[in-house]
């Protein structure tokens, strides 16, 4: 696979999984970004190459960041991630805060050793 497939194949993925997310199909995806279904469905197996102006068509159909769709681990995210566990605190009593937060640091613990190896 060529390096710019290599780059492509993930933000398709990503890009496939936040319209599944919004239970859109792929005709109504294309729709909203005025691209033909077969263009948005070679985006997403990663078989084409796209324009920004094409990327931000799709994110804004998506009503998701560009950050988002095309790195999802750069700091940025680590800033949105926050401000969105934010707004699932709010409301919450603070001993449903503390259960989520321990949840979240089991789940870190999980991750973790399933990237080392360790169970």
């Given amino acids: 696979m060529s390096d710019i497939k290599e780059r492509l194949a993930p933000i398709g993925e990503r890009i496939k ?4 997310e919004l ?3 792929q005709t109504e995806l294309a729709e ?3 691209i033909s279904v077969p263009y948005l469905s070679n985006i997403e197996m990663g078989k084409t190459d796209f324009s ?3 990327l931000i068509r799709i994110s804004e159909a998506l009503q998701i960041s560009t950050d988002k769709l095309l790195r999802p681990n750069v700091p940025e995210m680590a800033i949105n991630a926050s401000d969105e566990l934010a707004k ?4 919450c009593t603070s001993s449903e805060i503390s259960l989520i937060l321990d949840t979240a ?4 613990k999980a991750f973790i050793e399933s990237k080392t190896g360790k169970n």
């Avoid at 699932?88 to 409301?91: I, K, L, Q, R, T």
């Avoid at 640091?105 to 870190?108: C, F, G, I």
């Fill in 17 to 20: 999984q936040a319209r599944k």
């Fill in 23 to 25: 239970n859109l199909s």
């Fill in 32 to 34: 909203k970004a005025d």
């Fill in 52 to 54: 920004i102006s094409i």
């Fill in 88 to 91: 699932v605190f709010e409301g």
């Fill in 105 to 108: 640091k089991n789940l870190q």
